[in-house]
C-alpha cells in the first residue's frame, strides 16, 4: 500500500525546545513537501525537495530546517520553536511521471 | 493575497441529499485543479483531477466541473451519506515549475446529518 508516514502524530514541546518532525514514503517519489495548516487557512508551502540534498525554501521558510539524506525521507527541523509554530504540519510527496500527490496523516504541534 | 477562493466556509446536509461546493482561483497560469477531501484529524485524499477546458470528471457519488475562461469549479457531491463528512480542499496548480505549485484553498465544511 503506497503511503507516506509521519511521526510522531502529536507532540508538545516548550518554546525554545528543538523540534523534528519526521517524514517518509515508499512510493521512490522525487518530490517532497512539508506543508502547515492554520484554521481558516489554506495548506502553506514551508519547504520542496525535489531529489536527495536539493532542497528549496516555500512561502514560509522562516524558523524551520528541511533534511533530505536519503529519497524516502523528508525531516522539518524546528530550532527554538516558537509559540506560533503551533500547527498540524502535513508532508506529501509526488511523482515527475504521473505527478500524483500523497500527503501523510499530519503531525499535530503545540508550543507551549 | 488568498488565490483559492472556495464557498461556502461550511455546509450542512442531510444523508441523501445533493450538495454542490464552488471554487473560484485567481492562479495563473493554471495547470490543472484537484479536489481533495480531508477527513478530520487526517490527510488529504484526491477525489478528482481536471485539466483541460470544461472538463468535466465523475468519480462515483463525486463530479467536478471546470471553467478554465471564469477560473472556476464545482464539486457536486450526490445522495450524501454520514461519511461524506469532511473538509473539502479546492487546489490549483500552476505551471511554474517542472512539477507544478500547489495553491490551496481553505476548505468547505461540510457536514452530512442523518
Known amino acids: 500500500d503506497m503511503k507516506v508516514t509521519q511521526m510522531p502524530r502529536y507532540l508538545i514541546k516548550r518554546m525554545g525546545e528543538n523540534v523534528l518532525l519526521e517524514c517518509g514514503q515508499d512510493m521512490s517519489h522525487e518530490t517532497m513537501y512539508w506543508y502547515r495548516q492554520d484554521p481558516g487557512l489554506g495548506l502553506q508551502l514551508i519547504y520542496i525537495?525535489?531529489?536527495?540534498?536539493?532542497?528549496s525554501e516555500g512561502d514560509i521558510p522562516k524558523g524551520y530546517r528541511v533534511s533530505r539524506k536519503k529519497r524516502e525521507h523528508f525531516s522539518l527541523i524546528l530550532d527554538s520553536a516558537k509559540t506560533n509554530q503551533t500547527s498540524v504540519y502535513f508532508c506529501?510527496?509526488?511523482?515527475?511521471?504521473?505527478?500524483?500527490?500523497?500527503f501523510g496523516s499530519g503531525t499535530r504541534l503545540l508550543v507551549i | 493575497k488568498t488565490q483559492v477562493e472556495q464557498s461556502p466556509q461550511s455546509l450542512v446536509v442531510r444523508q441523501g441529499e445533493n450538495c454542490v461546493l464552488q471554487?473560484?482561483?485567481?492562479?495563473?497560469?493554471?495547470?490543472?485543479l484537484r479536489w481533495f477531501k480531508q477527513d478530520t484529524g487526517k490527510g488529504l485524499v484526491s477525489l478528482t483531477v481536471l485539466v483541460h477546458e470544461n472538463d468535466k470528471t465523475s468519480n462515483g457519488r463525486y463530479s467536478a466541473t471546470l471553467d478554465k475562461d471564469a477560473k472556476h469549479s464545482t464539486l457536486h457531491i450526490t445522495a450524501t451519506l454520514l461519511d461524506d463528512t469532511a473538509t473539502y480542499i479546492c487546489?490549483?496548480?500552476?505551471?511554474?515549475?517542472?512539477?507544478?505549485?500547489?495553491?490551496f484553498g481553505a476548505g468547505t465544511q461540510l457536514i452530512v446529518i442523518p
Open positions: 471554487c473560484n482561483y485567481s492562479v495563473t497560469p493554471d495547470n490543472h
Open positions: 525537495s525535489y531529489d536527495v540534498d536539493s532542497n
Open positions: 487546489v490549483v496548480v500552476d505551471r511554474g515549475s517542472a512539477l507544478g505549485r500547489l495553491h
Open positions: 506529501a510527496s509526488s511523482s515527475r511521471e504521473n505527478s500524483d500527490y500523497t
